[in-house]
């Protein structure tokens, strides 16, 4: 048996993903990859199993399956697709998994993860969004270790002291503001896609690029806060710091209040969570307080940012709610960087869904991917008005 920490990818050839496997790339000799998994990019991920010789690659779009194989042919590596071969890629026996699936497609593949009962990593929060409660459920059934790489979610960890849960009086989730922190929604209502698109502080893949712009991306957050470390919702706050060097706070009944400071690059994060429990080293450029020389924080702006109520209200509503945010998000978001609608309307349509959309009880991971259905159509058909 190899010593080696066997890992799983799922979403390698995002903006996660690739971070993942730039730290594995730097230290070879501590990590073996079981499982790849993309969506439609057949070179990108062929050429990741060349490099990795991962034991199974799967690729959502089944029509890419042929060209998979084709490129990795004479590798002996299996060669899965569509959403059943994920999801049977997330099955394969690891050590460790990085859940970096965008959106509610996630979901079942992330739950399956959760399912093998070792350690998920846990970039992909639109599944916690939809199915906090199940996951967080299931999580506890199989003994799960879970580890939060969402950067503020992972500074939190950091500094959560479990055994004083009872005196943590608040979280204070930071947030860049997006790239229109400073612009009034006059502006904003003509913001194009590359403007949505350029984040001051981070890179990242384009559908949470657009969520930080709208500021979902912080009220996403927020929910999964709430999940994630079995807190009220009224005792977390979000603090725009647009430096992002503070990824996030807990404040103590003792006035103490502990903070993960770092460079905004994904791979500390990711590298907290490659390491568990131990640290290893990211090629990270080190903050520099004195070039830095200030921080700054503002509350956020409620009105200019709806998604900031929505995802709130979405929150205290319960789970079909949240769903509804998400399921009409994702589509509004497309839209958006279809060029099919104009910025404001993104989060008009979610509001519109939220407020058209009937509950229902959600009791399994069936009862959200049907009503994600039921709103990706409602949403769908908002568009269609509007064109
Ligand atoms: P991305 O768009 O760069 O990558 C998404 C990955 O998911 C790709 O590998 C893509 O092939 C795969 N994918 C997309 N649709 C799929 C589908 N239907 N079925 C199977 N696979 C599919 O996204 P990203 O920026 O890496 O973000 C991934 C997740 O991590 C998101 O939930 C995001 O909110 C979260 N996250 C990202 C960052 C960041 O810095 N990028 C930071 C915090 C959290
Ligand atoms: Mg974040």
């Not at 070792?118 to 999580?139: Q, Y």
């Not at 502006?187 to 930080?212: C, E, F, Y």
């Not at 640290?279 to 307080?289: G, H, N, S, T």
């Not at 839209?335 to 009937?358: G, K, P, S």
């Given at each position: 048996?190899?010593d ?9 050839t ?34 990741l ?27 002996g ?11 049977e890629?997330?099955a ?9 699936i ?8 992330t ?20 199915a ?14 879970f ?10 960890f ?18 860049s ?74 404040e ?23 390491g ?19 921080m700054?924080?503002e ?19 319960g ?23 104009r910025f ?14 009937e ?29």
């Amino acid at each position: 048996m190899s010593d080696k920490k066997r890992v799983t990818i799922l979403g390698a050839t995002g903006s996660v993903g690739q971070s993942t496997v730039d730290l594995i790339r730097r230290n070879r000799d501590q990590f073996e990859i079981g499982a790849l998994t993309a969506n439609s990019n057949v070179e990108a991920l062929a050429s990741l199993a060349r490099e990795f010789s991962p034991q199974v690659v799967a690729i959502a779009d089944s029509s890419r399956y042929g060209a998979l194989c084709d490129a990795l042919a004479g590798t002996g590596i299996s060669v899965l697709c569509g959403q059943e071969g994920i999801v049977e890629a997330s099955a394969l026996p690891v050590d460790w998994t990085m859940a970096a699936i965008v959106g509610a497609a996630g979901l079942q593949p992330t739950m399956t993860a959760v399912q093998q009962g070792k350690t998920v990593a846990f970039a992909n929060k639109e599944c916690l969004v939809c199915a906090g409660d199940l996951m967080m459920a299931d999580i506890r059934k199989y003994g799960t270790t879970f580890l939060p790489v969402d950067s503020e979610h992972n500074a939190i960890f950091q500094v959560f002291e479990n055994t004083q849960r009872e005196k943590i009086e608040r979280l204070v989730l930071t947030g860049s503001g997006g790239p229109f922190r400073t612009v009034n929604r006059e502006v904003m209502a003509s913001a194009t896609r590359a403007q949505a698109l350029a984040h001051p502080n981070w890179s990242m893949g384009a559908k949470i690029s657009i969520d930080s712009a709208t500021m979902m991306n912080k009220g996403l957050e927020f929910i999964e806060a709430c999940y994630l470390f079995d807190m009220p919702a009224e005792k977390i706050d979000i603090l725009v710091h647009p430096q992002s060097v503070i990824h996030s706070m807990v404040e103590y009944a003792d006035g103490s209040i502990l903070a993960q400071l770092g460079s905004p690059d994904m791979r500390t994060p990711i590298a907290y969570c490659l390491g568990w429990p131990d640290r290893m080293d990211a090629p990270v450029e080190k903050l520099d307080f004195v070039k830095l020389s200030r921080m700054d924080f503002e509350a956020p702006d409620y009105k200019k940012f709806p998604a900031l109520r929505l995802a709130r209200e979405a929150h205290a509503a319960g789970m079909s709610a949240t769903v509804t945010l998400n399921a009409a998000n994702e589509i509004a978001v497309a839209a958006f960087l279809d060029d099919r609608i104009r910025f404001l309307d993104i989060t008009n349509i979610v509001e519109d869904c939220l407020n058209h959309q009937e509950m229902l009880p959600i009791s399994s991971v069936d009862d959200v991917i049907a009503l994600d259905g039921i709103v990706r159509r409602l949403a769908s058909r908002k568009l269609d008005e509007m064109s």
